[in-house]
């Protein structure tokens, strides 16, 4: 059974730094591409970032360009997500999910809010 | 940009009905690149449907999809006690690569 669990979600004030992690188990972690996606509570879903299998080439959504940093450990079996510079509009629960063989998201973790308030 | 825009916001049907959600780009998408997700209340998204009319694992076949271009829709044949949910499409293709459509809740 496909599982992905995040953690390192919590509050953190505005201009401070957060890394989120996602343990992945049941598949082959190092042939999938991952993404981070989040959703504003009570509001829409949006990608934020996605790494290829080999951690090169990650790609951001424009909104957390040159503030989030996506990475892998293949040998962990873990996705990351490095968040720095936070801001108030950064609040929200970050899902970790799998990339399926084509463009679409076949797996979700649960979600570890986060929340950036002074 | 591809902006997707769905409707209605929310439908409001009872449990046997037929429920058929749209789904509009702003551009034309690839058929290959639309997809389809759930998400119940406290939970996390789930796949549903993928490249615009192929259910995913362990999905019932009361769910379908179909569509080209930039007109995609989802239909629930009869609505089952666990359909009510909120249900979102996606696409990929272009800067942002991904984008969603802002839900459409099926309610009771």
């Known amino acids: 059974e496909v599982q992905l669990v995040e953690s390192g979600g919590g509050l953190v004030q505005p201009g401070g730094s957060l890394r989120l992690s996602c343990a992945a188990s049941g598949f082959i972690f190092s042939s999938h591409w991952m993404l981070w996606v989040r959703q504003v509570p009570g509001k829409g879903l949006v990608w934020v970032s996605r790494?290829?299998?080999?951690?090169?080439?990650?790609m951001y959504a424009e909104s957390v360009k040159g503030r989030f940093t996506i990475s892998r450990d293949n040998a962990k079996n873990t996705l990351y997500l490095q968040m720095n510079s936070l801001r108030v509009e950064d609040t929200a629960v970050y899902y970790c999910?799998?990339?399926?063989?084509?463009?679409?998201?076949?797996?979700w973790g649960q979600g570890t809010l986060v929340t950036v308030s002074s | 940009e591809i902006v997707l825009t769905q409707s209605p916001g929310t439908l409001s049907l009872s449990p046997g009905e037929r429920a058929t959600l749209s789904c509009r780009a702003s551009q034309s998408v690839t058929s290959s690149n639309l997809a389809w997700y759930q998400q119940k209340p406290g939970q996390a998204p789930s796949l549903l449907i993928y490249?615009?009319?192929n259910r995913a694992t362990g999905i019932p076949d009361r769910f379908s999809g179909s569509g080209s271009g930039t007109d995609f829709t989802l239909t629930i044949s009869r609505l089952e006690p666990e359909d009510f949910a909120v249900y979102y499409c996606?696409?990929?293709?272009?800067?942002?690569?991904?984008?969603f459509g802002q839900g459409t809740k099926v309610e009771i």
């Open positions: 999910t799998r990339g399926g063989p084509g463009w679409y998201f076949d797996n």
């Open positions: 996606q696409q990929y293709g272009g800067s942002p690569e991904w984008t």
């Open positions: 790494i290829n299998t080999d951690g090169r080439n990650p």
């Open positions: 490249e615009t009319s």
